[in-house]
């Protein structure tokens, strides 16, 4: 039997950001240092603003200002006091898992308690050859981490084993949290081993739906659910994010939006095969798929359907894909806030009354 199922929390929505490199109000685009500093403004305002949660991916990739989520996440710390305090996520295969602890555990500490490891093995391989490790040991290197990270999360002495990096004995980590609880998430994309392993560790799960309809993943949704009750674990809530851009009518998003969706997912598409898109395919997309484009009406009804149909607990808006302007991200942070979140809060409400008269 599955240990005792939580109560359902309130819904979360949170927004995430790979650091993309913006333009500025001349077209010229940010360096680095700027692109960095401008996701700090961005996730302060989020605050001020309601929004639950501010998530950063790692990358080590040229059109991307985040390779160290933790240490922009400190420098969020220092600025706000409620929002949480995510990465999005730590690419644990390539790092180290006592140092990521330590790390989040230091965050926790400079933010009161806020944040949240969500652990992931990447959407890109680029941290692989960086930090010296072998692609062909792709699985075994998150298997063996996860494991390790699971032990150390108890807080308590580790003895530890494995082919990837020197065994443990007895071995003491620090700083310690105050709660005694580092909040950890799985990021998984849609393979079936990702979500047995999350629910194997007693890990939530957070979904990364950048593609087709989101009802596909409802599967992996079930899949956790059986699999928590088979092994025993938590049937945690779960999370979903995904790719969006948001402007005052569906006219404006569309055609804003396409040229940077294109521009990143065609830079990508270089180095794994892919068509260039066309703008069909991303019109099928904001329509049918995964993509949240559209006014804040128009958002706010597609987050709704995806939260009703998959029961999640949790939706995170990747809000900057591609060199969007840094004055339309600001946009977007608050359109967010101020009118898509309320708005679904209310849809889901209506949907709940809707349920009840039944």
Known sequence: MAKNVKPKPKILFGLDTFGDLPVDDNGKLMSHAQAIRQVVDEAVLAEELGVDAIALGEHHRSEYSISSPETVLAGIATRTSRIKLASGVTVLSSDDPVRVFERFATLDALSNGRAQVILGRGSFTESFPLFGFDLRDYEVLFEEKV???????????????????????????????????????????????????????????????????????????????????????????????????????????????????????????????????SHEHFLNEVKNGSMYVGSPETVAQKIAKTIRTLGVNRFDMVYGFGPVPASARLHMVELYATKVIPRVRELLAESTRAKGKR
Do not use: C
């Open 147 to 277: 494991e390790l990270f699971a032990k150390l999360l108890t807080e308590k002495p580790v003895t530890w084993q494995g082919t990837t990096r020197a065994a443990l004995n007895d071995a003491d980590v620090f700083p310690k949290t105050e709660s005694g609880h580092l909040e950890t998430l799985v990021g998984v994309g849609g393979s079936p081993e990702s979500v047995i392993r999350a629910a194997r560790y007693n890990f939530p799960m957070m979904l990364a739906i950048i593609g087709g309809a989101p009802d596909r993943f409802a599967p992996y949704v079930e899949l956790y659910k059986r699999a928590t009750e088979d092994l025993g674990t938590t049937n945690h809530p779960i999370g979903v994010h995904s790719p969006g851009f948001i402007a005052d009518t569906d006219e404006e998003a569309i055609k804003q939006a396409f040229p940077y969706f294109k521009e990143q997912m065609d830079r990508i598409g270089k180095t794994r095969g892919w068509h260039p898109m």
